[in-house]
């Protein structure tokens, strides 16, 4: 193999780690606006909660909110997916 070879696949090694690594500000993000959710609910049923909640409480725009989650329930499922349902649900 030429030199030029093995500094491609060399950063191509990079990137893959570098990729799987999670960024603190997704984290810092995804826990901000789990930990919204759970202060709404504690505040009022589920079903009464909207996405505009959410990303007021936890500080995040929009779009942020939805390039995580589909919808407050996706974000419920993943982060407090432990329980069958969503409180306050009945269905």
């Not at 589920?46 to 942020?64: L, P, W």
Request: overall charge positive; aromatic content about 6%.
């Amino acid at each position: 193999m030429d030199k030029a070879t093995n500094i491609v696949r060399e950063c191509e090694r990079t990137m893959m780690v570098k990729s799987k690594k999670v960024d603190r500000r997704t984290n810092r993000t995804r826990r901000s606006l789990s930990t919204a959710l759970v202060d709404l609910v504690k505040e009022k049923r589920f079903d009464d909660i909207t996405v505009q909640n959410v990303i007021d409480r936890a500080d995040v725009g929009r779009s942020t909110f939805y390039s995580h989650f589909r919808d407050k329930d996706d974000l419920f499922q993943k982060k407090l997916g432990g329980i069958s349902q969503p409180p306050g649900r009945t269905d």
